[in-house]
């Protein structure tokens, strides 16, 4: 399975962007999925990820503002991200995650290859 990212650009900051996951290999209908950031300089981290089932964990400095669904009948996962701030900016990449947990630093590391990321750029 390989999943790619889409919606990304420029905002403002307290914008939002709606970031969409769709899979460019196979299907993630039946798979804990996360969305990952990497910003310039830094590594990847999770940000958000949701179960085969529809529950959700976030990482924490960024509850309220990230919101992270699924539609299986459309097979994507979607992002939604609210008052943007510039350290937000990053590319984006979502891929399946090995485990899910409600407890968010518990959720498994990433399971498949990087697919195509998106760029989200937020000017203050």
């Known amino acids: 399975v390989q999943l790619q990212a889409s919606g990304g650009g420029p905002v403002q900051a307290g914008g939002s962007l709606r970031l969409s996951c769709s899979a460019s290999?196979?299907?993630?209908?039946?798979?804990?999925v996360g969305w990952y950031r990497q910003a310039p300089g830094n590594q990847r981290e999770l940000v958000a990820a949701?179960?085969?089932?529809?529950?959700?964990a976030y990482a924490e400095s960024l509850k309220g503002r990230f919101t992270i669904s699924r539609d299986n009948t459309k097979n994507t996962i979607d992002l939604e991200m609210n008052s943007l701030k510039p350290e937000d900016t990053a590319v984006y990449y979502c891929?399946?995650?090995?485990?899910?947990?409600?407890?968010?630093?518990?959720?498994?590391?990433?399971?498949?290859?990087w697919g195509q990321g998106t760029l989200v750029t937020v000017s203050s």
């Open positions: 949701v179960s085969s089932v529809g529950r959700t």
């Open positions: 891929n399946r995650v090995r485990s899910f947990s409600i407890r968010f630093t518990s959720i498994g590391n990433a399971l498949d290859a």
């Open positions: 290999v196979g299907s993630f209908a039946f798979s804990h």
